[in-house]
């Protein structure tokens, strides 16, 4: 039975991962931060009884920022595959905390790659590793952007994902590990933040068709992005480790889109009209912006065999449809009396 390790395992890729990894035959362990609250809801329809026999997920806690925690959740779980997912990965934070995010997202990575390094020296085992990758790292850089497109972050979390990325390349080349950077454009689904703007977009949007609320507050409408599944995208994500050789991939659709766009798909699908209930809020510009990312995906087409199925109308359509159920949901409550607190779809 294959082990991978999945560091972020409670986000949105790592749940799809998790998921997807399971549905291989893996056994399948996750590295989470303690919190004071329960933060497993993304993968909670996977959890097992860890005393069962059939159990195949496992859950350690760790943190990027603890280089011998994840020397001992190594030795521990001797993993054959190790997915880098775990990171500060909000831009717009990244502003606010950009020393924390760097030593998460930066010298985590290099923290994780050592760990590893000394984990095969002494175990003598060949572990697989897969770097997240950011199409934030292209920046400025002029559309459509494949591997050969120089890198021209404009956030700390760009820049930090270019050192990570570097770093996985520099192990690749000074230890001969099997390191493979995947280099993801703009993937979501009804399991993405609530502060990242599709997210936003949606959730706003179901209250906003329930009465809940009646204005969406959003920064730059014109910015262009990429947009896929991020089921799709984790398949990806897997077809790198089982390559012969490792390497860097885009992985994209090859269209892109602007926020503006998102939002019309949204609202058609509402029946509302977004201009009505959507205002810009300064608040929420970057202090540097990207204004225009667009993959090309054919070497991972073309070595991986790696297409995403999952349309963009049929992504605006899943996550719009999932969004107007917990609206639902929420005023059913509201109606009966229950007091429920909602925070982030207006504003964030």
């Given at each position: 039975?294959?082990?991978?390790?999945?560091?972020?395992?409670?986000?949105?890729?790592?749940?799809?991962?998790?998921?997807?990894?399971?549905?291989?035959?893996?056994?399948?362990?996750?590295?989470?931060?303690?919190?004071?609250?329960?933060?497993?809801?993304?993968?909670?329809?996977?959890?097992?009884?860890?005393?069962?026999?059939?159990?195949?997920?496992?859950?350690?806690?760790?943190?990027?920022?603890?280089?011998?925690?994840?020397?001992?959740?190594?030795?521990?779980?001797?993993?054959?595959?190790?997915?880098?997912?775990?990171?500060?990965?909000?831009?717009?934070?990244?502003?606010?905390?950009?020393?924390?995010?760097?030593d998460v997202?930066?010298?985590?990575?290099?923290?994780?790659?050592?760990?590893?390094?000394?984990?095969?020296?002494?175990?003598?085992?060949?572990?697989?590793?897969?770097?997240?990758?950011?199409?934030?790292?292209?920046?400025?850089?002029?559309p459509p952007?494949?591997?050969?497109?120089?890198?021209?972050?404009?956030?700390?979390?760009?820049?930090?994902?270019?050192?990570?990325?570097?770093?996985?390349?520099?192990?690749?080349?000074?230890?001969?590990?099997?390191?493979?950077?995947?280099?993801?454009?703009?993937?979501?689904?009804?399991?993405?933040?609530?502060?990242?703007?599709?997210?936003?977009?949606?959730?706003?949007?179901?209250?906003?068709?329930?009465?809940?609320?009646?204005?969406?507050?959003?920064?730059?409408?014109?910015?262009?992005?990429?947009?896929?599944?991020?089921?799709?995208?984790?398949?990806?994500?897997?077809?790198?480790?089982?390559?012969?050789?490792?390497?860097?991939?885009?992985?994209?659709?090859?269209?892109?889109?602007?926020?503006?766009?998102?939002?019309?798909?949204a609202f058609?699908?509402?029946?509302?009209?977004?201009?009505?209930?959507?205002?810009?809020?300064?608040?929420?510009?970057?202090?540097?912006?990207?204004?225009?990312?667009?993959?090309?995906?054919?070497?991972?087409?073309?070595?991986?065999?790696?297409?995403?199925?999952?349309?963009?109308?049929?992504?605006?359509?899943?996550?719009?449809?999932?969004?107007?159920?917990?609206?639902?949901?929420?005023?059913?409550?509201?109606?009966?009396?229950?007091?429920?607190?909602?925070?982030?779809?207006?504003?964030?």
């Amino acid at each position: 039975m294959t082990r991978a390790l999945i560091s972020g395992i409670t986000g949105q890729d790592g749940s799809y991962l998790a998921e997807f990894l399971l549905g291989k035959g893996y056994e399948v362990h996750g590295i989470i931060r303690r919190a004071s609250t329960f933060n497993t809801s993304r993968i909670d329809h996977l959890y097992q009884d860890p005393h069962s026999e059939e159990t195949r997920l496992f859950l350690h806690y760790g943190d990027l920022s603890d280089g011998t925690g994840l020397r001992h959740i190594l030795e521990k779980v001797q993993p054959d595959e190790v997915y880098n997912l775990g990171a500060q990965s909000h831009v717009k934070v990244s502003f606010e905390q950009p020393e924390y995010t760097a030593d998460v997202v930066a010298t985590g990575t290099l923290r994780l790659l050592d760990a590893i390094r000394d984990h095969m020296a002494n175990s003598k085992a060949v572990v697989r590793v897969y770097q997240a990758g950011s199409s934030e790292m292209y920046g400025a850089a002029a559309p459509p952007q494949t591997e050969a497109t120089p890198f021209r972050p404009r956030s700390p979390y760009a820049i930090s994902k270019v050192a990570g990325y570097w770093y996985a390349v520099n192990y690749r080349e000074a230890y001969d590990m099997f390191v493979a950077n995947g280099i993801l454009f703009n993937h979501e689904s009804p399991r993405r933040g609530e502060t990242f703007v599709t997210r936003k977009i949606t959730r706003a949007l179901g209250r906003i068709k329930e009465g809940l609320q009646d204005r969406l507050y959003l920064g730059n409408l014109e910015a262009k992005r990429d947009w896929g599944f991020a089921g799709d995208y984790v398949e990806a994500m897997w077809a790198m480790l089982q390559a012969d050789a490792p390497g860097d991939y885009v992985v994209a659709t090859g269209e892109a889109r602007s926020v503006k766009d998102f939002l019309a798909a949204a609202f058609t699908r509402a029946e509302l009209d977004w201009q009505d209930h959507v205002s810009i809020d300064e608040r929420y510009l970057r202090p540097t912006e990207v204004d225009h990312l667009l993959g090309d995906p054919a070497k991972a087409r073309d070595e991986l065999g790696w297409t995403p199925s999952v349309s963009f109308d049929e992504l605006v359509a899943m996550m719009v449809e999932h969004d107007m159920e917990l609206a639902r949901q929420e005023r059913t409550l509201i109606d009966a009396g229950h007091d429920v607190a909602h925070r982030g779809a207006a504003g964030a």
